[in-house]
């Protein structure tokens, strides 16, 4: 039988966390041609020493691929992609895999928000998009370096409701035989927009005043402007049939009750430390968007969204 071919573009700290295991066991049974796709520094490095993860899963943390290449255009033939590059990236990825892939070529995006599905669907309307989210406590500790901490990362994904009986059961024996702890669902959206209540508000009110997960919780004015952001997701999800609880805004509180107080989100690290890129298009752009597309009201994210633009300028000069 034909060996399939699976390409990895990005090597953050998703991509690499979950590419090093992938990769670590076809080195093993060599059952697929792994092909890893990495920038500049990042491809010399992994090129030349492999992929290092620094995690305590893995007494031994070095993994090289069948192949790495510095650009899209190099991979051949994939029959599954795992697009693990910040949103920000997305549609020029998606632009760049539209001229390599085949009909019959599997994407699974590793990455977080609620519209990456539609958004990779609209640049790539035919093939098979596999709605996922990801939880993993890593990143680049320097090039080519993945650092992993806490307990082990998990992928939540699901069928394509566009192509629901195409047969992805290979897949999921590759997710399995990898040793990631995962779930798949015939419907991961709802898993999806869980994530996103809790990333999405606390990500956004956290940048604003620069606090941390434990204070929304406890500061009156905080704690209200995250349940305003979390009110307008609901009025989203419920139009769009995501099929969420009614107690979903006070499950999310109680979820950031688990985590140590003063713990910061990605988004408010990115601003407040001036980072170039963020995800604040990934959060309040994507709840103003579906918002405008359902006629509903989003007065409060667009107000925080403007707020942040100000500050995010304010920081830059």
């Known amino acids: 039988m034909e060996k399939k071919n699976i390409a990895i573009i990005g090597l953050g700290g998703v991509g690499g966390y979950f590419g090093f295991k992938i990769n670590k066991f076809n080195e093993l049974e060599n059952q697929f041609d792994i092909t890893f ?3 500049n520094q ?10 290092t993860l620094l995690s305590p899963e893995h007494s031994n943390s070095i993994t090289k691929p069948n192949q790495i290449v510095q650009n899209i ?3 051949q033939n994939p029959d599954l992609v795992l697009i693990c590059v910040k949103e920000y990236d997305l549609e020029n990825v998606c632009t760049q895999l539209i001229q390599i892939i085949s009909p ?25 998009i596999l709605p996922a989210c990801v939880y993993v406590a890593s990143h680049i500790k320097e090039k080519g370096i993945v650092e992993h901490k806490g307990k082990a990362g998990k992928l939540i994904f699901g069928k394509d409701p566009a192509n629901f009986s195409q047969d992805v059961d290979w897949i999921v024996q590759l997710i399995k035989d990898s040793g990631i702890d995962f779930d798949f669902k015939e419907n991961s959206f709802v898993d999806i927009w ?11 009110v956290t940048a604003k005043y620069n606090s941390s997960i434990g204070t ?19 009025l989203i999800a419920y139009k769009k049939q995501i099929g969420l609880p009614d107690d979903i805004i006070e499950k999310t509180f109680e979820k950031a009750t688990t985590f140590p107080s003063e713990t910061p989100t990605s988004l408010q690290l990115d601003i407040n430390f001036k980072k170039q890129n963020n995800e604040l298009e990934l959060f309040a752009g994507a ?10 009201e989003t007065p409060f994210t667009q107000k925080i969204y403007q707020e942040l633009k100000e500050k995010i300028l304010e920081l830059s000069i």
């Open 37 to 39: 796709v990495a920038r």
């Open 42 to 51: 990042t491809y010399d490095i992994v090129k030349e020493n492999g992929l």
């Open 73 to 75: 255009s190099e991979i």
């Open 104 to 128: 019959k070529t599997i994407l699974l995006p590793l990455m977080n928000g609620v519209d990456i599905y539609d958004r990779i669907r609209k640049i790539i309307p035919e093939n098979t």
């Open 194 to 204: 869980t994530k996103f209540f809790f990333v999405a508000s606390f990500g956004l």
């Open 216 to 234: 929304v919780c406890i500061d009156t004015i905080q704690k209200q402007e995250a349940t305003q952001i979390m009110q307008e997701i609901k």
């Open 287 to 296: 709840i103003i968007h579906y918002g405008k597309e359902l006629d509903i």
